[in-house]
């Protein structure tokens, strides 16, 4: 089933702690593994997937690798939307999504045939999915935007105290008259 050779590059802004998930691009080329002999007429679609690392699975029972593909649970993300197969090397631009977990992954292309059903794979990674590995970097939740908002309701807040305060002594000096 390994007749789909994988090769990636990492984000084109790639800082030196991985991958930034929201902004950086991964860069995926494919190309059907010209070692090998192998009847191709059945293939119809090439399916991308972002798979967790061997070191990002420890302890982690939902993101297993199991051999029956039905059951892997290990390549959770697309990586774009599936296209038409060609025998010639194939590539893909795909910004890294928002979604996207810290761990270790790899990218792994799925051969499927007219029915839909994977028929060849290959990735991008070595069989223990321990090597040519890269990581990505989640985004932190504070936006911009929220920083702003935050800072905007913080005054507004300590304005209306000292209102509260002023309006409560004029009050005061009122009754006392």
């Known amino acids: 089933m390994d007749e789909v050779e994988r090769q990636t590059q990492e984000g084109r802004s790639r800082s030196s702690q991985g991958t930034k ?25 090439v399916e991308l997937k972002l798979c967790f690392g061997a070191p990002s699975q420890i302890d982690r029972r ?26 010639a090397e194939n590539s893909t631009v795909w910004i890294v999504g928002n979604d996207i977990p810290f761990a270790q992954y790899f990218v792994r292309a799925y051969v499927l045939d007219s029915a839909g059903e994977k028929v060849a794979y290959g990735q991008s990674s070595n069989a ?14 504070r936006l911009a935007s929220i920083d702003i908002a935050a800072a905007v309701f913080s005054a507004f807040s300590v304005l209306s105290l000292f209102g509260f305060l002023l309006y409560e002594k004029m009050s005061a000096k009122g009754s006392k008259a």
């Open 21 to 45: 998930a929201g902004t950086d691009e991964l860069f995926v080329t494919w190309v059907l593994n010209s070692t090998v002999q192998v009847d191709d007429s059945a293939y119809r679609s």
């Open 128 to 141: 223990q999915r321990t090597s040519n590995l890269f990581i990505v970097q989640p985004i932190s939740g």
């Open 62 to 87: 939902w993101r297993k690798t199991n051999d029956i593909l039905s059951k892997d649970k290990s390549c959770g993300f697309d990586v774009g939307s599936p296209q038409p197969y060609q025998r």
